[in-house]
């Protein structure tokens, strides 16, 4: 059973909850016209034949109901992701002791939820103080807050001659998660800052990598002695070993422009559509291994995620992935973005891009020269077009396109790797070349 919330009713225009229909209005109109009609002519047959009319209306209206039909929206509190089946209900409730002869419910679906019937009013009689349910279901076909409703209702009683005005019951949000994709990273991080975690880094601590032999120093723990090492030099030797650390991820959404047509979970994918999904997917396998995760939007609203750990960050990102919008800006967001102290030296900067705005590049470039540790990640749909057509679209497209590889190529040529979006093992190959830079030695200037 859906779970129903407290939703106000609408007052509506000032006046009574219930108006006379047409038909009363026909009703009293024969009537009068009859008795008028047989006073004046004299003729009894008349004044007779209005009676049935007269005494018919009476008896029909001798009870009236007081107040409108209550009506409101609920729905499981379940999560759903894409693809799930909604279960909703439209409650439509008769607070009076009066029947209603009928009850004309519709209710606005939004278009990612596919509600069977949704385009058709709903028919119910209601005794008194009697409650029905309109079952709505039908699967969520993508992610986001999906306002169900809101739904009308509008009663007819007293054998038709009296209407209700029209109840309104609030919309209610419906949060679908999106799906997240198989995602796998094999490869080490570039630089393992925190305190524990299952990353190996280059300080020596309690972990499993071996780093050497040394001499015993007071502190060490017995456990560690090399007993063949110690007893070929006559002096205590022990294992020293790498510290196993966490690492911060932050995933940069670019969020300046949309691109492609979104078809829902079983069709085409846009760039918000392969921005989120990929979004979840990289933050569900991080967070699992133990590593901090944040999140960023380079945009106009540049909302920020704090970095955090485990199940209950996991479930902070997919929330607050719902509300991730396209946002043209009109003014560079880089300095917005990146404020000071809002990413740390060792953190790994996932930056997921279309390419499609020049500044987007350029803001991977200043990451880049910043000495940050930046993995761009192409969210372009594969075939995506513009909207609208003419003999030049073709020619122009293709010059954009052969601008934006040339955009990707001096990308790479600043230490930006560029691989697009591909699920399991798409970052596998960048990180291993980001490793591989951040273990390399550097000039220093004396």
């Known amino acids: 059973m859906p779970v129903v919330e407290d939703v106000a009713v609408d007052a509506g225009p000032i ?19 009859l008795l008028i009609a047989g006073v004046v002519l004299g003729r009894v047959d008349l004044v007779v034949l209005a009676i049935p009319f007269a005494l018919g209306t009476a008896f029909a209206l001798r009870r009236r109901p007081g107040e409108r039909p209550r009506i409101a929206i609920g729905a499981d509190d379940t999560q759903l992701a894409e693809g799930d089946d909604v279960s909703a209900a439209v409650i439509v409730g008769n607070p009076t002791p009066v029947a209603y002869d009928v009850v004309v419910v519709r209710a606005q679906t939004p278009r990612w939820l596919r509600i069977e019937r949704a385009d058709r009013p709903y028919v119910r009689t209601l005794a008194s103080d009697g409650v029905d349910d309109i079952e709505l279901e039908g699967p969520a076909v993508r992610w986001g807050r999906h306002r169900l409703g809101p739904a009308v209702a509008q009663a007819v009683a007293c054998d038709g001659l009296l209407a209700s005005r029209p109840s309104v019951a609030d919309p209610y ?80 959404l670019d969020v300046l422009a949309e691109a492609g047509r979104s078809g829902g979970i079983a069709g085409s994918a846009s760039v918000l559509d392969t921005t989120v999904r990929a979004a979840a997917a990289i933050s569900e396998h991080y967070l699992h291994r133990g590593d901090r995760v944040s999140l960023l939007e380079y945009g106009t609203s540049a909302r920020r995620l704090r970095p955090a750990t485990g199940r209950r960050q996991y479930l902070t990102v997919l929330e607050w992935l719902l509300d991730v919008r396209a946002e043209p ?27 499609v705005d020049g500044r987007s590049a350029a803001m991977l470039a200043r990451l880049a020269r910043a000495g940050r540790f930046v993995v761009a990640v192409d969210t372009l749909p594969t075939g995506a077009m513009p909207s609208r057509r003419s003999s030049w679209t073709d020619v122009a497209y293709g010059l954009w396109r052969l601008e934006r590889d040339n955009t990707i190529g001096q990308l790479r040529e600043h230490g930006v790797p560029v691989v697009p979006w591909a699920g399991a093992g798409s970052l596998d190959l960048v990180l291993r070349d980001v490793a591989r830079l951040a273990s390399a030695p550097k000039a220093v200037l004396r």
Not at 339 to 348: D, E, I, R, V, Y
């Open 329 to 355: 800006s009109p003014y560079e967001p880089y300095d917005q973005v990146f404020g000071p102290h809002l990413l740390s030296s060792n953190a790994l900067v996932v930056v997921l891009t279309p390419l």
């Open 173 to 252: 949000d419906v949060k679908v998660y999106p799906v997240t994709e198989p995602f796998d990273a094999d490869e080490a991080m570039p630089r393992a800052a925190g305190l524990v975690g299952g990353h190996r880094s280059r300080r020596p601590g309690e972990g499993g990598e071996l780093a050497g032999v040394r001499v015993f120093a007071p502190g060490d723990r017995l456990r560690r002695i090399d007993w063949r090492v110690s007893l070929r030099a006559r002096q205590l030797h022990v294992a020293a070993t790498l510290s196993d650390r966490d690492a911060e991820v932050v995933l940069l």
């Open 15 to 33: 006046g009574p909850d219930w108006v006379p229909t047409k038909a009363l209005g026909r009703a009293v109109l024969l009537t009068g016209l």
